[in-house]
């Protein structure tokens, strides 16, 4: 789960990281009262879940309180185009108003759960403001790298390597492990998949702020963070997929117009991959998971029905925990309420398969049975063509 | 000859009051396993169809000589659970449980760090040695003896591949689902290792997935140490980046772990790769063919 700029600030603040002074506002005159209570100069930052708002024109430094409308009712409404949002872009429904600050260097503090190690690595760099994928691609000698020991925690002494690695002077090393250590305690203790200070700025006057942050949970854990859970956003996410979390069911939304459904993700995504193979396009991913009950797949039918693009319902199921009969009587069920408006291609294997073969049969709905995965997802894509 | 499990083999279940864990036990034990003990704190000194419930994972091997454990425990008290099995002196121990928040793993890895203990998963399908011995969730018919292992990332898909090689009159070593987390247990690697000495397997199938690069170190495995036949598939081909595709670890990262850079490090190791996931069993005859193995 992501949450917005505004929102990391105020959960590093608690920790002791040091941010900028500042205030989220749904509207104009918000930020506009938020910027004079602040004083200029401010910032006035579009919040959005995606990077890239300051080339796209979601970031807008204001010196007085005209400015501070104008950039407020520009930003506030647009849809923003970066290079994470997709042609689509996104719509920006809230501001940060922030203090701007004098700013003598910009670097890069990042932490991320590494799978190599196994543990909580923390990266840093020289090159504030420059995305860590590109550093890593171009001058991967510019990242300095920490590995913490979970049982030891995030030792001063590496703080202080990467400190004295990133070139900061001697006074500026105790704040720099402080600052490091807070935000090393921040991740593990709110089971942060990903934490971001880019930039991680160095002021005029010597001091280090968290110009930007960007926080990412790990979700599996969010059932012992109810107060983070609070912190979702569904207007960023699609609303399939936010219905489709309801249910328990992983789904995420592509551009084809092949309607997927499939228990386990492997076997998804083999099956996205299957009807690439056979000419077509996914319209989604979607697991309905090795429990699912006939209310589960209920759902999951209705959020590809749901999809204007798809043209064709392709089910994979291999049953192994998930019977083939309760999968059959989730469709059927289904089918018949809501309508079957699109051809439905129909591959099941596996636990009680002969069953749910017999309720497809005797339910006469106009199901299409295939032999196997490419069997399926050809004629997935033949019925979709017509 | 099959790696990990066998008919020996004396297997504890982790949660074995709850739905999940009583069903799998009783279909682990129909297939053939020898289910011998049980665990629930608090429900010790019960019993479950005749086996025996300890309060503690240590009671339960003191008593049954157990040598294998499997996990049913809910997210929140797996990562506890194989600790305490692992402290109990159990040599593998398979979970199954889906859902453990990652930093669980990362203390759980340095936990193990110095333990004989061997761990599958978790978020995995369990393992299987055909006609001796199951350990978790999938469904026993479709597999059959035989000489082939399979290794995958995901459960499903390794049953995909099973089935087909069953239908070919392939039959399998043995199958073990690593699970298809960031941080798991045993990897490709531990399990390439495993099949490369074992004189009951001839061949591998392995299928992977987008994420990470477990493949890509299997890749080099493979190439300097594996002279057995290895086919691999790649599911997530068509995955967009940066979206979690179900499993947590199956995620495009800053344009890294994608199934192309996979792929292309098998093929340059040498493996071959099926064309598609429904030509799993296919290749792998074709392959045994053209080495001169039988099936």
């Known amino acids: 789960m992501n949450i917005h700029e505004h929102q990391a600030k105020d959960l590093l603040r608690r920790y002791g990281v040091a941010v900028p002074n500042g205030q989220a506002c749904l509207t104009v005159d918000e930020a506009v009262a938020a910027a004079e209570r602040l004083g200029f100069p401010c910032v006035v930052k579009a919040q959005i879940h995606a990077g890239g708002r300051g080339k796209a024109g979601g970031v807008k430094l204001v010196k007085n309180v005209s400015e501070a409308r104008a950039a407020a009712s520009e930003i506030l409404g647009k849809t923003l185009v970066t290079h994470q949002t997709g042609p689509q872009g996104r719509v920006v429904r809230r501001l940060l108003v922030e203090q701007g600050c004098a700013i003598a260097r910009e670097l890069y503090l990042g932490m991320v759960v590494d799978r190599g190690s196994g543990r909580v690595a923390v990266m840093a760099s020289t ?10 691609a171009h001058t991967p000698e510019k990242i300095l790298r920490e590995v913490i020991d979970p049982a030891a925690g995030f030792a001063p002494y590496q703080g202080r390597r990467l400190a ?3 070139g900061l002077t001697k006074e500026q090393i105790g704040p720099a492990v402080g600052f490091m250590t ?5 991740f593990i203790e709110s089971d942060c998949s990903l934490a971001e200070i880019n930039p991680l700025v160095v002021l005029q006057d010597g001091k280090l702020l968290a110009l930007d942050a960007k926080i990412g949970f790990d979700d599996n854990a969010l059932f012992r963070h109810p107060d983070l859970r609070e912190l979702r956003d569904p207007s960023e996410e699609d609303p399939r997929e936010t219905e489709a979390a309801k249910h328990d069911l992983s789904y995420i939304a592509l551009d084809g117009n092949i309607g997927c459904m499939v228990n386990g993700a492997g076997l998804a995504m083999a099956t996205m991959d299957t009807v ?4 077509g396009t996914p319209a989604n991913f979607l697991d309905v998971g090795g429990g699912a009950n006939v209310d589960k797949v209920r759902a999951a039918f209705r959020i590809l029905l749901s999809d204007a693009a798809v043209r064709a319902i392709f089910i994979n199921i291999f049953g192994g925990i998930l019977r083939c009969d309760v999968l059959a009587e989730g469709v059927v069920q289904a089918a018949r309420e809501l309508g079957l408006t699109v051809p439905l ?17 005797d339910s006469k709905l106009d199901i299409i049975t295939a032999s196997d995965m490419l069997d399926g997802a050809k004629k997935a894509v033949a019925a979709a063509a017509r | 000859m099959s790696v990990l499990v066998d008919k020996s083999t004396r297997v504890l279940t982790q949660g074995i009051t709850g739905s999940t864990g009583q069903l799998h036990t009783r279909l682990c034990r129909e297939y053939g396993s020898q289910m011998v003990a049980g665990v629930t704190p608090g429900r010790g000194g019960t019993d479950f169809e005749g086996i025996p419930i300890f309060d503690t994972v240590a009671d339960a ?3 049954t000589g157990a040598n294998a454990s499997v996990i049913y425990v809910p997210p929140a008290g797996a990562a506890d659970a194989i600790m305490e099995a692992a402290d109990a002196g159990v040599p593998l121990v398979v979970c199954i449980t889906e859902g453990v928040p990652v930093l669980d793993m990362v203390r759980v ?26 350990i978790g969730i999938m469904p026993g018919y479709i597999h059959t003896p035989g000489k082939v292992a399979v290794v995958s990332r995901s459960g499903t898909l390794t049953y995909e591949a099973v089935h087909q090689l069953t239908l070919l009159g392939i039959g399998q070593s043995t199958c073990i689902g690593i699970g298809g987390d960031p941080i798991i247990g045993t990897g490709f690697v ?4 495993l099949f490369q000495d074992d004189p009951g397997t001839q061949a591998v199938i392995l299928i992977g997935e987008i994420g990470g690069t477990a493949e890509e170190d299997a890749a080099a495995f493979v190439k300097a140490h594996v002279t057995k036949p290895v086919v691999a598939f790649i599911a997530g081909q068509t995955a967009p980046k940066g979206k979690r595709m179900g499993h947590a670890g199956a995620i495009i990262a800053g344009g890294k772990g994608t199934a192309g850079e996979k792929m292309e490090a098998f093929r340059r190791a040498g493996v071959t790769l099926a064309p598609s996931p429904a030509e799993l069993g296919v290749t792998m005859q074709r392959v045994l063919k053209e080495k001169g193995l039988a099936s």
């Open chain 1, 127 to 136: 090159e504030g403001g420059v995305e860590i994928e590109e550093v890593a």
């Open chain 1, 164 to 166: 004295f690695g990133l």
């Open chain 1, 182 to 186: 807070a935000l090393a305690r921040c």
């Open chain 1, 276 to 279: 690439k193979a056979a000419g």
């Open chain 1, 345 to 361: 291609v129909v591959r099941m294997e596996g636990t009680n398969v002969e069953q749910g073969k017999k309720i497809l049969a």
């Open chain 2, 61 to 63: 091997v003191r008593a």
């Open chain 2, 109 to 134: 890895k340095r936990f193990l760090d110095g333990r004989a203990t061997r761990l599958i998963g978790p978020n995995c399908p369990g393992v299987i040695t055909p006609g001796q011995c199951k």
């Open chain 2, 190 to 193: 531990d399990a390439l290792r």
